[in-house]
């Protein structure tokens, strides 16, 4: 299999990247879960909140990567053409995505600078963005968690659409991001 995208599917680079990702956002969200199951202060609620911080960050890493991916290398054509409305809001949701693949981490890491916090990443601290602030940590901290809650939404409806495509319409949607069978 070709490591780019050719007219009628993806890469290796691209498929791996996506699947990576999706692992990741999976990661990020049980690490901030499941931390209530866990007193305040203990050593297993800190370290699921540090893991959190850290998986948090090598997304916004990798998020880089998978634009520079993106941008070097063809999008595989869906078959049959999809409607021009399912192609605009295909291309809102991708858009959406990479809002919230960028966002989120970028406010995690400002809601860490401001709150005056270490900022982990895999043994390395990493430098504060703004100076401490309670009160833009408490800001921060709304946004962060209001944009998470849609990220719960726009990751379902994402899949949800390339189930659509898949079942429903029995196009190419899903199978051009899927490994190649043998």
Known sequence: MNWKNTTTRYGMAAIGIHWLMLLL?????????????????????????????????????????RLAVRLSTITPLIRPEPEKWQDLS??????????????????????????GKPIPFFGFELPALIGESKDIAKQ??????????????????HAAAAL?????????????MLPPRK
């Open 90 to 115: 295909a291309k809102l949701m991708h858009l959406a995505l990479y809002a919230l693949m960028i966002g989120m981490p970028l406010t995690g890491w400002l809601l860490l600078s401001a709150s």
């Open 25 to 65: 956002f999976i990661a990020v969200y049980a690490c901030i879960e499941l931390r209530v199951f866990y007193p305040k202060g203990s050593e297993l609620r800190e370290g699921l909140k540090t893991w959190h911080f850290m998986l948090g960050m090598l997304l916004f890493a990798l998020v880089w990567l």
């Open 140 to 157: 921060i901290k709304e946004i962060h968690e209001l944009v998470g809650t849609a990220g719960y939404y726009l990751i379902g409806m």
């Open 164 to 176: 659509y495509h898949h079942y429903w319409l029995r196009d190419n949607t899903l199978t051009r």
